[in-house]
C-alpha cells in the first residue's frame, strides 16, 4: 500500500489524508478479488519498521484509521464473504487495536470467500526468527517431556528429520496459507521492503507507478491479467521448453562431454 503519503503531497495535503484515501482504496480492492474469487488477498499495511520509525503521531493516526476502517466495513466484508486475518507481531500493537482486530476476524471467521489478510507491524526476518523460536521451543519441551537433552533427541532421528523447509513453513506466520502467486507494488518502488521474503521465493512481481490511493479494482484485474501472460518455471524449463527444444540439446550434450575429456589431467590446452 505504497505512496499515501506522496498522494497527499501532490496535492498539498497533510499525510494522513492519504492514508485515508489509501484505506478506501482497501475495501474496493477487497471486493474486487471477492468477485473473482481470489482465495487470498494479502495487505502490506503496516511494517515493523514503520513503527519504529515514523512519529509517533502518524503511528498513532493509522491505528485509530485501522480501528474505524474494521468498524466500518465488516459488514461489507460478511456482504462479501471476505474473512479477515492478519499476520505480524500484532502482541505488540496497542490493546484496543488488538481487541478490534479480533472482533472482525470473529465477525467474518464463517465467510468462505477471500481471505483478506492484513499485515500489520509484520517484518518478514523477524517472522523468520520467530519461526525457529518456535521451533527449538517445540523441541525444548519434547527433549523435557522424554526426560532426554536437546541433542540426544536430535540425534535419534536425525536433524534432517527435525529441520526442513517444511518445518520452517509450518511456523511461519502464513503457515495456513499458499505462497503468493503475484506481489503487486505500487507507486514504481522497486524493492521488497522486507515482506514475505520466503514466501515470495518463486511469486511474480508486478510494480505499477500508480500510488495506492489511485489504485482500485480494475488495476487489480490488469496486474492479474499480466501476471496470467507470464511463464512460471519455477526452477524449471517451463511448458514452451518442447521434447523438440531438448533434442536440439542433445549436441550440446556431446560437445560438454568433449570438453569433459580434454580436460583429463594428460591434456592440459582446453578449448
Ligand atoms: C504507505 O504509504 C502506507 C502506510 C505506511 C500505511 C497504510 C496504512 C493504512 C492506510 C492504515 C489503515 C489500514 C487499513 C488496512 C485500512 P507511505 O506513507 O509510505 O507513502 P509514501 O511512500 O508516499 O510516503
Avoid at 63 to 69: A, E, P, Q, T
Wanted: glycine letters at 6%; one cysteine or more.
Amino acid at each position: 500500500m505504497d505512496g499515501n503519503g506522496r498522494w497527499a503531497g501532490k496535492r498539498s495535503l497533510k499525510r494522513f489524508l492519504g492514508h485515508q484515501q489509501g484505506a478506501e482504496s482497501v475495501q474496493f480492492v477487497v471486493e474486487t478479488a471477492s468477485r473473482i474469487n481470489l482465495p487470498f488477498l494479502t495487505l502490506y499495511a503496516f511494517s515493523l519498521e514503520n513503527n519504529l520509525r515514523r512519529p509517533k503521531s502518524e503511528v498513532n493516526f493509522l491505528m485509530r484509521l485501522l480501528r474505524s476502517y474494521l468498524v466500518s466495513n465488516v459488514k461489507r466484508m460478511n456482504d462479501n464473504n471476505v474473512r479477515m486475518e492478519y499476520i505480524g507481531r500484532i502482541q505488540e500493537l496497542p490493546s484496543e487495536v488488538q481487541d478490534t482486530m479480533q472482533w472482525a476476524s470473529e465477525a467474518t471467521a464463517r465467510n468462505s470467500g477471500t481471505t483478506l489478510t492484513l499485515a500489520l507491524n509484520y517484518g518478514s526476518r523477524s517472522e523468520i526468527v520467530d519461526a525457529v523460536r518456535s521451533i527449538l521451543t517445540g523441541l525444548v519441551a519434547e527433549a523435557h517431556q522424554r526426560g532426554c537433552s536437546l541433542e540426544d533427541l536430535i540425534q535419534v532421528d536425525g536433524l534432517e528429520s527435525r529441520l526442513d523447509e517444511h518445518h520452517i513453513c509450518d511456523h511461519l506466520y502464513t503457515a495456513h496459507m499458499p505462497d503468493p502467486d503475484l506481489v503487486i507494488r505500487t507507486s514504481g518502488e522497486q524493492r521488497i521492503s522486507n515482506f514475505l521474503l520466503w514466501q515470495i521465493a518463486y511469486s511474480e512481481i508486478f510494480i505499477t507507478d500508480r500510488l495506492w490511493p489511485d489504485f482500485r479494482g480494475i488495476h487489480l484485474l490488469e496486474a492479474i491479467q499480466a501476471y496470467q501472460k507470464r511463464e512460471r518455471r519455477f526452477g524449471g524449463l517451463g511448458e514452451t521448453f518442447t521434447d523438440e527444444d531438448l533434442d536440439q540439446l542433445e549436441p550440446a550434450c556431446q560437445v560438454a562431454e568433449e570438453i569433459a575429456t580434454e580436460l583429463t589431467p594428460n591434456q592440459l590446452t582446453p578449448r
